[in-house]
Nanobody, 115 residues
Framework: QVQLVESGGGLVQAGGSLRLSCAAS????????MDWYRQAPGKQREFVAR???????NYADSVKGRFTISRDNAKKSAFLQMNSLKPEDTGVYYC?????????WGQGTQVTVSS
């Protein structure tokens, strides 16, 4: 199982930016996709963004145009650049991947956006 560690969360005012990082314990060169999910208080975990190993990306409608997902295979890491943050972006952000049919999740990093 791949170990994932997120970092970069924090408290930011609405309109601000944060950059989340996800460090993997193994090479991600051959991992097909890496994702970011988030979970707001009292809500279900929801998909935020995905990047494939070819670099193709897709995003939840709620973050399109504001968030950018990227990956650096040499650093075994994925990133989520979040701009124009809104209070509704508040939640715990999780990195996810699946290898060999086994899902791996990080411990999450808290993002709080104040109005």
């Amino acid at each position: 199982q791949v170990q994932l560690v997120e970092s970069g969360g924090g408290l930011v005012q609405a309109g601000g930016s944060l950059r989340l990082s996800c460090a993997a314990s193994v090479s991600i060169f051959s991992i097909r996709a890496m994702d970011w999910y988030r979970q707001a208080p009292g809500k279900q975990r929801e998909f935020v963004a995905r990047i494939s190993n070819s670099g193709s990306t897709n995003y939840a409608d709620s973050v399109k145009g504001r968030f950018t997902i990227s990956r650096d295979n040499a650093k075994k890491s994925a990133f989520l650049q979040m701009n124009s943050l809104k209070p509704e972006d508040t939640g715990v952000y999780y990195c996810h991947t699946g290898v060999g049919g086994v899902d791996s999740w990080g411990q999450g990093t808290q993002v709080t956006v104040s109005s």
